[in-house]
């Protein structure tokens, strides 16, 4: 009995419609956990090298861990992974919601889709039957709709995953739509769901999972729910979620603003969480066995159209309000529900957004090119752009592509307004003053993402002596000087890229750790109670530290050339000062960054190339990924 799991692994192949199960191995369990170590081990180990992206060839892993599903706080994450058509390399998003202990429930603890429908088709997992249905009228729709219909045609039990028309287009940012608000928005996954031909993925699950100490995780699991709700934070953080951050970015000058050309917002306080509250929310809305509440259920109306719609997060906030300047949460929110509808990640796509519009006020794109003015502060440019890049129309063919490749195409000095590393865009927090998170965005392996390592706090602790003075006085504190450029930024940095994707191996929620303060002993506590192995926290943030030299390696394996020139942030970062805000005239000397990276390498045990050297791997109870590296011609000191 493998306790916590269901040990077993759900493959289907689309091209022959093959359904087959088979037990987790040893090693998938004791060396990656589950969740993004399941992932990761499976792409290395059978990806076939150098494929496209959309190829059908390509894997489509949906994963979840040890806790998902089970009676502990926030057990409902699901890790998705793929070869990524943003950046050609090591890919996952991750999703909360119901999807993964449906999965679980349903007696799996993955499944992996390779090959490709025939034709639009929906796949249906209704405990051990599996079934590959036409995808008739749902292909096409909308997301949010599309999850509706199928309910009402499957039951109100299924828990529903669905791409929108922008997955169907391979909208390169496309992301995976479930519980009508939750995503898993990042690397493209979405896409490359909609290249196999599957419009949803609907799971009904009846089972239960077995459990090591039943009585004794119950109890424990009791008591994690009262030591949630006791912490201070259950009741200062919850009310306004993740939009909550909104006022302290702006403040310390952390806020994207029209294209990252500055990081502070006259508007913040008309699309921050207050403003949700005030504004939209009609109710809290939670992800499986979640105590706090973060998502934030609501109604907007605009000039351009209402919705009912869960958000806006921190993040859509940071790239629609601050990046595209819409000055409304009502605007915030539509732009957040037409990405939702269509099935994009409302971070890419706000990034893409802004970048049309500042390739148009230089000069560098026209008119005819684009169809129409677009401008900053202007919901009809999203609402037209969104259109156009989900039906790949126009100007939206090029957008589809994401920053990084529509810049390569374009040329003329566009790249330099393409904010993105690796071909991921660039997430909600402004970094010329803060080196710490600036070498968190380098380093995250799927691209330029926040959740691997949020290392803010660390940057803005050394620039200012005192944050809270300068929230509370609304940025009007003296200036400070600006971050110093630390040794301890890479280690941080290190220590956070084990620490929360240790949750998405785990599959639950880290945001009680990290909002909260819920500590981690809780977790090997469960553990230990529910797979009836004991394994403190630290061993297990090792475990996470093998993950993250496998998924660099992925990358170092499919993208040609990979390494350190990956790893830069766009030009812009270290040439160009921050323009206006408390951080105005900020910026980190390309130097500097170098030393960072250099800093970081040598931590890791990576080469001055950035790739992980023998000894590291061998370190890591990774001797057999050196060797097939090496095999294959990829070069390791
Ligand atoms: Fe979901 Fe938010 Fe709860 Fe995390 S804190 S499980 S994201 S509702």
Known sequence: MRYGYQDKLLRIDLNTGTVATEPLSDEMVDNFIGGRGFVAKLLFDELPRGIDPYDPQNMFIAATGPLSGHFLPASGKTHFGTKSPATGGYADSNMGGHFGPALKYAGYDALVLTGRTAEPSVLVIDDDRVEIRPAHDYWGQ?????????????????QILTIGPAGEKRVRYACLSHDFGRQAGRSGVG???GSKKIKAIAVRGTGSLPVYDIEKAYAKGVEAFEKVAAKPGYTEWTPEGTAGITNWC?????FPTRNFQTSFSEHYEAINGKAILEKLKITDKGCYCCPTPCGKYGRTKTEIGDAYVEGPEYETIALFGGNCELKTIEEVAYANYLCDELGVDTISAGAVISWAVVCLEKGILCLDEIGRPIHFADLETV??????ITRREGIGDLLAEGVKKAAEKVGRGSDAFAIHVKGLEWTGYECRNAPSMMLAYMTADIGAHHARA???????????????????SGGTVERQPPAQIRKESADYVIDSQHTRPLFDALGVCRLQLM????????????FALITGTKRSWEEMLRVSERIWNLTRSISAREIQGFGRSWDYPPERFFTEPVASGPNEGYLIPADKLEQLL????????WDANGLPMKATLMRLGLGDVAETLAAEGVLLN
Request: hydrophobic content about 45%; charged content about 25%; proline content about 0%.
């Open 598 to 605: 250099d800093w970081y390498y040598e931590a890791r045990g």
């Open 454 to 472: 949020w290392v803010l706090g660390h940057d803005m602790a050394g620039a200012w002596t005192n944050v809270n003075d300068l929230v509370q």
């Open 515 to 526: 909002e909260l303060g819920f500590e981690v002993e809780n977790y090997a506590e469960l």
């Open 142 to 158: 909308g997301a949010l709709i599309a999850e509706t219909n199928l309910k009402a045609e499957l039951g109100e039990d299924f």
């Open 250 to 254: 702006n403040e310390v000058g952390a």
């Open 383 to 388: 609402d037209y752009l969104l259109g156009k």
């Open 191 to 193: 896409a490359v769901l």
